[in-house]
């Protein structure tokens, strides 16, 4: 068999390395490309081309500074070439990796760069199309999904125009997230769905299919598009599992499933796939990596594990995640209310989408009725009700059902509240989100005493404590066990009536003494936690937000001279 040209160039060590690193490239073997490609790299005989392969494989294997490194020698062989368009693309490419690791100045170097080598070669070209990404994630980051949008589409009709995959499915993807950040969420669906025929389909390359699958994922549970979110995960892990040495987009996705997984009720599985995902994300500079830690507090906090959650919160915290509203959430469960109402306070004023502040709307209804603020639950309520009506997604009814249904309760008027509640508790059942269901039956139970349907009650409790149990809930749980049952007829406490049961008046007395919870669970031989639940039904029965206003309370009612 005759060499091709290119082998006869090289020596054999050369030529067959580089065929090595082709063929595992095909195979989208990443390490075995990048190891092969690099070997031939090093004795300087790649071409641009192979540079090219070899910054993906990089990329792809989980090695971003060997990836840099590679595009800029890409770069630096077309312009050697005179391929300034080409030079321009990898000029890009390398302006929005740098971005993602936050080193914004090189990057900005590099898009002055790449701008100059477009406009010397008249403007027109798919190139001027990969330069509206960088704007794109500018305006994003910005909150201006307007011009987000209005460059999405530019990018989306270059690609179009020049026949580029990837251009179009990047265009049409950014362009459907900042539609449904904008609210159209129908319109922005249908584009998000558009380019994952496109990725399904395999027409566009494996780095940007790691892209528009997590960007995706991420945009449909935002959306509150649960199903979508649960197929496009589906398909994910099934494309990283398809490729044992990716290690690029394999944390995102594990993350991913762990979050649909503690969604669907598979708390250990969620916890073992966010395990591996901190465990690929955390020597990195990965932004995933914040993800990764505030999905870890979230499954601790939802076991009671409060002391690991805390610690989780704080590592996603460093690694540039929110760790709101997780953690204003852990702050009600450690029995510090007035800490938690301030911090989900200051969370929420900081966000004016509406879309994004959903996300951070259930927290806040849920500590201010546990710090007696009724009327900001129930502005907050009325904010969640208002947005879900605008976008019809079953999912954000539910929550906003289950909002409405929990301040009508606590405002005094059970019959109303049932109604909302059921809604809900029906709606996260259909979507199989058991732990949201068992939640919402606590609060049925608690209507239904009301009304004098104890039967009703019981019922509700019993589902309940058995999906606590068997999803290791133990706040919920012992929160369950802990609740005074109400007498049958009787109604939430009107002002002026304390409502309170026996062991919650022993508690007020020791709190009105200045007895910390710690103190008081000692004394009367409780746990902690069960102590710092009854601290939190007193502020809610009594309609105070602090053990000074409870204290300040008991002396007003004469419970204590």
């Known amino acids: 068999m005759q060499p091709t040209p290119w082998q006869a160039c090289y020596p054999p060590a050369v ?24 070997a031939v790299g090093v004795a300087g005989s790649l071409e641009a081309e192979d540079w090219q392969r070899l910054a993906w494989a990089a990329l792809l ?88 949008q209005a460059g999405a589409a530019k990018a989306a009709a270059a690609g179009e125009r020049f ?9 049409r993807t950014f362009e459907g997230r900042a539609l449904t950040r904008q609210g159209q969420l129908t319109e922005g669906l249908a584009l998000i769905d558009e380019a994952m025929v496109a990725v399904i389909g395999n027409e566009v390359s494996p780095v940007v299919t790691g892209i528009i699958y997590c960007a995706v994922i991420a945009i449909c549970q935002q959306s509150y598009a649960l199903e979508r979110a649960r197929e496009w995960t589906t398909a994910l892990s099934d494309w990283c599992a398809a490729q044992p040495q990716l290690e690029a987009f394999a944390g995102a996705c594990l993350i991913h499933r762990s979050e649909i997984l503690q969604l669907s009720g598979a708390w250990p599985e969620a916890t073992v796939e966010v395990q591996r995902a901190s465990e690929r994300l955390a020597p990195t500079k990965n932004f995933e990596a914040g ?10 906090r939802l076991r009671g594990e409060l002391a690991k959650a805390e610690q989780a919160y704080v590592l996603a915290s460093e690694r540039g995640r929110d760790p709101q509203p997780g953690r204003a959430l852990l702050r009600l469960a450690e029995g510090r209310p007035d800490v938690a109402a301030a911090a989900i306070g200051r969370a929420l004023s900081s966000v004016r989408e509406p879309m994004q502040r959903t996300r951070f709307l259930p927290a806040y209804v849920e500590i201010m009725i546990a710090t007696g603020q009724l009327e900001q639950a129930r502005e907050a309520s009325d904010e969640l ?110 002002p002026g009536d304390h409502g309170l049961s026996p062991r919650e008046l022993e508690v007020l007395l020791l709190v009105a003494a200045g007895k910390t919870n710690k103190i008081i ?41």
């Open 15 to 38: 030529s067959e390395n580089r065929r090595v690193g082709a063929d595992a490239y095909a195979r989208r073997a990443w390490s075995d490309a990048y190891e092969a490609l690099s």
């Open 521 to 561: 669970a000692t004394e009367l031989f409780l746990s902690e936690k069960t102590v710092d639940r009854h601290v939190s039904n007193i502020f809610v029965k009594l309609g105070v937000p602090s053990r000074a206003a409870a204290t300040a309370w008991a002396y007003q009612n004469r419970l204590i001279g």
């Open 61 to 148: 294997s989980g090695r971003d500074v060997e990836a840099l490194h590679a595009l800029e020698r890409v770069h630096q062989l077309r312009l050697d070439r005179g391929d300034g368009l080409g030079a321009a693309r990898a000029a890009v490419w390398l302006a929005l990796r740098l971005s993602s690791h936050g080193e914004f100045a090189r990057a900005g170097g590099w898009l002055v760069r790449a701008q100059r080598l477009v406009e010397g070669a008249g403007g027109d070209c798919v190139e001027a199309g990969y330069l509206e990404l960088p704007q794109v994630f500018r305006f994003s980051a910005a909150g201006d999904h307007a011009a987000a």
């Open 291 to 300: 993800n990764a830690f505030y999905q870890q507090g979230e499954l601790h």
């Open 163 to 171: 026949g580029d995959n990837d251009l179009r499915a990047l265009g």
């Open 385 to 494: 009700v208002a947005a879900a009506a605008g976008v019809g997604m079953e999912m954000l009814i539910a929550i906003a059902d289950h909002a409405q249904g929990a301040v009508v309760l606590a405002a005094g008027d059970p019959q109303a509240a049932i109604v909302p509640l059921r809604r809900s508790q029906e709606a996260w059942q259909r979507l199989g989100a058991p732990y949201l269901s068992a939640r919402i039956r606590v609060l049925l139970a608690r209507a239904f005493s009301a009304v004098g349907d104890e039967d009703g009650a019981a019922l509700e409790r019993d589902c309940a404590r058995k999906i606590f149990t068997q999803l290791g809930a133990t706040p919920d749980l012992e929160a369950l066990d802990a609740a005074p049952e109400p007498a049958k007829g009787s109604t939430p406490a009107a």
